[in-house]
């Protein structure tokens, strides 16, 4: 059993860096007042980039660069049709979505299936080996690739960013109230930009490293709607980066249970009262179709709870978001 739940915490913390690089990136998008829902499609553009530029060039490390820089590529067209155009930011990133599907479809046609060898395991520096030996949670927590540690660092680094320094404030401030910062001298709409490229940057981040560690390989449509997952993480977080990594394990948790929970025997004995009864509901419930919606449900289920448990003061959503600002109409 100990086997079993070292394991498991292995395998949700490596699903997780998916979630946490791509809530991360969202949480500055809309703290900036844009709502991003091209996520999905900026990590698929992500993934096969990053894919495509470590098979060329052998570099895992580049992958994961171009990876990132054609994130931001599909953002700065969310940019520029909600910030200077002011489109609909629904519109913009459903759209986004569509496109960066199309386009990883068609141009991934080549590389689908085929395995590199991406990441590999490394412990932790300076810290790791004496660590890694810690019962159920060392080879989870200390044990990993490159881009886990790298997102667990992210979470305290974009939290101090955001609350802790002059640049995030003003972050903070375009997203609360737009008018009142352009006012106190904040470029409204070149923070507006910034944020929305930090954000496709980091959903770039979390393709690539679907497809160059945690997989180590292209599928077509490989994200599998984590990126509207991590959208819903973002209201479950309340806009705040360190509950975003609590979400991020819980969905990895989930993730993490479809491969897992195959080689479980939690049947009772038939000769049990319960047994006609519960085996059935059982053999039902861990079906891998079943489970594979259990993600989604949850993301449903976390949603509804978190806003019947918070009016929209408590909520925490930035209060100029899905706003467009123009200076000409104040």
Partial sequence: ????????????????????????????????????????GMMLVGALGGFATTVVTGSYWLGFAAGMALGAALALIHAFLCITLKSSQVISGVMLTLLGTGLTTYFGTDWVNESIDGFPQMTLPLVGEYLVGIPVIGEAFFRSTAPDFIALALVPTVWWFLFRTNL????????????????????????????????????????????????????????????????????????????????AYLFGLLDALQLRSQGIDLALDPASPLAGVVNPALELLMHPTIMSTYPYLATIVVLVVTVVRFDDSRLGAPSALLEPYSRETD
């Fill in 1 to 40: 059993m100990v086997g079993f739940a070292a394991g498991l915490l292995d395998a949700a913390v490596r699903a997780s860096t998916v979630f946490i690089f791509a809530a991360l990136g969202e949480i500055i998008s809309e703290r900036g007042g844009v709502l991003n829902l091209g996520v999905e």
């Fill in 168 to 247: 995030g404030l003003e972050v903070i401030s375009v997203g609360e109230d737009p008018e009142t910062a352009d006012t106190m001298g904040v470029d409204v709409f070149k923070m507006r930009y910034l944020c929305v490229l930090l954000g496709g940057a980091f959903a770039g981040a979390a393709g690539a490293h679907l497809s160059l560690a945690f997989s180590q390989l292209w599928a077509t449509g490989m994200v599998a709607g984590r990126g509207w997952i991590a959208v819903a993480l973002v209201i479950f977080a309340q806009w705040r980066p360190e509950r975003a990594l609590v979400g």
